[in-house]
């Protein structure tokens, strides 16, 4: 089924919380209700924006074109010896599927626990959290071609992952629709538990415990979409080179790193704003999350440019005492 309306807030349907509305909403249940919405005049005529959980996004002004979300929630589950091999439908919620894998006994996607955002934009987004990413636990991506219409099945290693990046978001995209993700879980579970205190918080580690600790240091940093409106994290930590770092740890000694690929350093974003003084500032409704300096709320009736306000002002004050540019994470629409 296809459920089409016209001019609607988009207040519910991303977690940023902004008062914009959009002038078509369209959700489908099924790949074939996908290939039917495609070549409808609907979509042939007007700007389009196929959304998740909306999760990561930032809506500047009203939509003005179609906003498409997927409604496919079905689960299907082979397995051998080892693994469990489980085909999630794009829209099922994130943390449902993290939540029945851990019920079931299934390993792999326990430290992503009580991420927003839903299934189909976590093999986009390679969304990550305590020492896992997505695409460490991505067998397939199922994708439907936005020109033809035609199935493409992306093997992991086809979808080019990166921190926080894929095929989806620099190649191709806007050229396939993700329609499910096909994860690969382990009967045994294998714990990682190396980052921050998450072995301290989990104790005896089982499938169930780890998720508790990750919902609750998760709860402690991170604010609750639905009781403030926010991104997650705003920025994307930055990379930088062995010199750049080497430089900024001269003067900043306590300054927290992580090994990166080529050599190259990540710092935190978050520390570097922390520590730029923007603890708790805010401009008019929006302001940097007091327990997690990386989120910006929205904090009281935030307009879309409070928030652009306020990052462009981070951004520059960063910047300016670091010589570090920093990215946002969050799509501005
Ligand atoms: N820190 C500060 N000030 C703060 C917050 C943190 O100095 O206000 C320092 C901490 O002391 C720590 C470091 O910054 O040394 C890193 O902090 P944290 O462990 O919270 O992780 P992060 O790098 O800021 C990333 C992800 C989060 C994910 C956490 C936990 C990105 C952009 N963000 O944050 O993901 O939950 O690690 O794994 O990679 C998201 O993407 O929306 C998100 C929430």
């Not at 926080?164 to 714990?191: A, C, D, M, W």
């Not at 929006?286 to 306020?310: G, H």
């Not at 990052?311 to 010589?323: H, L, M």
Request: hydrophobic content about 35%; proline content about 4%; glycine content about 8%.
């Amino acid at each position: 089924m296809i459920r089409i309306e016209e001019n609607i807030s988009l207040k519910p349907y991303h977690t940023f919380g902004m008062n914009v509305n959009t002038r078509y909403f369209a959700e489908y249940e099924t790949v074939e209700d996908l290939r039917s919405l495609l070549i409808s005049p609907l979509i042939k005529n007007n700007n389009n924006l196929h959304i998740g959980g909306g999760s990561n996004l930032l809506f500047t002004k009203d939509y003005t074109g179609i906003i498409i979300h997927s409604c496919i929630k079905t689960y299907t589950k082979t397995e051998d010896l080892d693994f469990v091999y489980l085909k999630v439908g794009a829209g099922v919620v994130w943390d449902d599927f993290v939540a029945y894998t851990v019920q079931n006994g299934w390993g792999g996607a326990e430290n992503l626990s009580y991420i927003p955002g839903e299934v189909g934009a976590s093999a986009v987004q390679n969304v990550g959290a305590y020492g896992v990413e997505a695409k460490d636990l991505i067998e397939r991506v199922y994708t439907i071609s936005v020109e033809t219409g035609e199935e493409r099945i992306f093997t992991n290693e086809e979808c080019n992952y990166g921190y926080r990046t894929s095929i989806f978001k620099k190649e191709l995209r806007g050229q396939y629709i993700v329609t499910h993700v096909e994860f690969k879980l382990h009967k045994n579970p294998i714990f990682k538990l190396t980052y921050g205190n998450l072995q301290a918080v989990v104790g005896e580690p089982t499938l169930m415990s780890v998720r508790n600790a990750v919902i609750s240091v998760r709860k402690q940093k991170l604010p609750e979409p639905s009781e403030k409106g926010s991104a997650g994290s705003f920025f994307i930590n930055p990379v930088v080179e062995t010199e750049k770092y080497q430089d900024l740890k001269k003067q900043y000694p306590e300054m927290p790193s992580y090994p990166a690929s080529d050599g190259k350093v990540k710092l935190s974003a978050a520390w570097l704003i922390d520590k730029a003084g923007w603890h708790g500032k805010r401009v008019g409704g929006a302001a940097v999350y007091p327990k997690q300096c990386l989120v910006l709320v929205n904090d009281n009736n935030a307009t879309p440019q409070d928030v652009i306000e306020l990052a462009s002002q981070i951004k520059n004050s960063v910047y300016e005492k670091y010589g570090v540019i920093i990215t946002p994470e969050v799509n501005y629409i």
